[in-house]
């Protein structure tokens, strides 16, 4: 029998990425990948925690501009990561897998408002939850929702599916002498103004010492294979 090696993990998918290569809306082909490597996560016993951008349909300040108060832009912003967490979740469901919505703004006749005793049992028992709303506060990323949610639901690991399949020393589409690395600091992250998470996003998974797994997500059998301890990607930590 095969042995995973985290128990209880933390998701993270862009909404970039659900859209696939159109980069707008939402692509039933990937989500339906990702959900069947979701699944065989679950089948192996790991708790699994999403948390899912909204780039995919509206990023805040950057598609309001100036056009729009950065409060509501932001809040544009979450109601997109909604809509994402919705699609997840039914997918889901079309592969029998149990699901629950929480979101971090109430919108209850859609979802659960986001209760961290509640969330960590519907993982105990087995269903995966997806986190919507990021933090529920304009000014944030669901990367840095990602890193709180992890810390609260003392996830194991929080694995960062991206669309490069690591952290480089520079970015390797503009920079042919950039070296990706295997392992690299939180520290080292910081000193080098390194664009893994935002600011906000590394500070708050350096304090709390919560490893980050960076990897590419267009393949997605990468969530199982982190999941199952091979080494791909780049590992985050103290
Ligand atoms: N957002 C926010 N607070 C949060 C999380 C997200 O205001 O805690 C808004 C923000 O406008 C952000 C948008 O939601 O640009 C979409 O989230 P993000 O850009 O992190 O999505 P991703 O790039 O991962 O798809």
């Not at 669901?142 to 003392?154: F, H, N, Q, S, Y």
């Amino acid at each position: 029998m095969s042995n995973p090696k985290y128990k209880r993990v933390l998701l993270k998918i862009s909404g970039e990425a659900l859209a696939g290569d159109a980069g707008r809306g939402l692509d039933f082909d990937v989500i339906g990948r990702v959900c069947e490597v979701i699944k065989k996560c679950s089948a192996e016993g790991v708790q699994v925690g999403v948390v899912v951008g909204g780039g995919n349909f509206w990023r805040g300040v950057k598609d309001g501009g100036d056009k729009m108060e950065r409060t509501r832009a932001d809040h544009m912003g979450m109601l997109a990561t909604t809509l994402n967490c919705l699609a997840v979740a039914d997918v889901l469901e079309q592969h029998g897998v149990p699901v629950r919505v929480q979101t971090a703004i109430e919108m209850r006749s859609i979802a659960e408002p986001y209760i961290r005793s509640r969330a960590i049992r519907h993982l105990e028992k087995g269903r995966v939850v997806i986190f919507g709303c990021g933090t529920g506060n304009p000014f944030f990323s669901t990367d840095t929702a990602a890193v709180l949610r992890a810390a609260e639901i003392d996830a194991d690991v929080i694995l960062l599916a991206k669309n490069i399949d690591g952290v480089y020393s520079a970015d390797p589409r503009k920079d042919a002498s950039a070296v990706k690395y295997d392992a690299i600091t939180y520290d080292e992250i910081l000193a080098q103004h390194l664009e893994v998470m935002d600011s906000t996003a590394t500070s708050l998974s350096m304090d709390n010492k919560i490893p980050v797994v960076l990897f590419a997500l267009k393949d997605p059998e990468n969530i199982y294979r982190v999941v199952m301890g091979e080494k791909i990607g780049t590992v985050i930590k103290e």
